[in-house]
């Protein structure tokens, strides 16, 4: 055999081993760039998780702390109780306190509207709240 046929044989072999090798490092740059995109993923979710968690354990304690500031109720006064000044002064207070409420109001067990907060957390007047009979 030639040189020259020999050459281009191994220059063949040579270009064939640099583009496989470029296209392995490629390929696990491209496996390790995914795998710390789904460890960033997965931490992300995991933080997003414990605070939503964290809100909802917030706000399941304010439902208790709220419905225990009531005191024993007797039934069928819930409706009288509701409706007073103090209770609309209460909730106005609740949303003052917290901040993270815009409103709070109390149903009874039919869904109708009994009482609701009248002043945001910056003391200005809310509208009414409108519930349309379902």
Do not use: C
């Amino acid at each position: 055999m030639k040189l020259y046929p020999k050459f281009l044989i191994a220059l063949a072999i040579t270009v064939g081993l640099m583009l496989l090798s470029v296209f392995y490092i490629i390929w696990q740059a491209d496996k390790a760039l995914v795998e710390r995109q789904k460890a960033s993923f997965a931490r992300e979710s995991r933080l997003l998780i414990d605070e939503v968690d964290r809100m909802l354990f917030e706000r399941f304690h304010n439902v208790q702390t709220f419905s225990l500031s009531l005191g024993d109720i007797e039934p069928g006064k819930l409706a009288y109780i509701s409706t007073s000044p103090e209770m609309i002064a209460k909730l106005n207070s609740l949303v003052v306190n917290y901040q993270a409420y815009r409103r709070i109001a109390i149903f009874d067990t039919d869904g109708s509207l009994l009482a609701a907060n009248s002043r945001n957390a910056q003391g200005r007047t809310l509208q009414g709240i409108f519930i349309p009979k379902q």
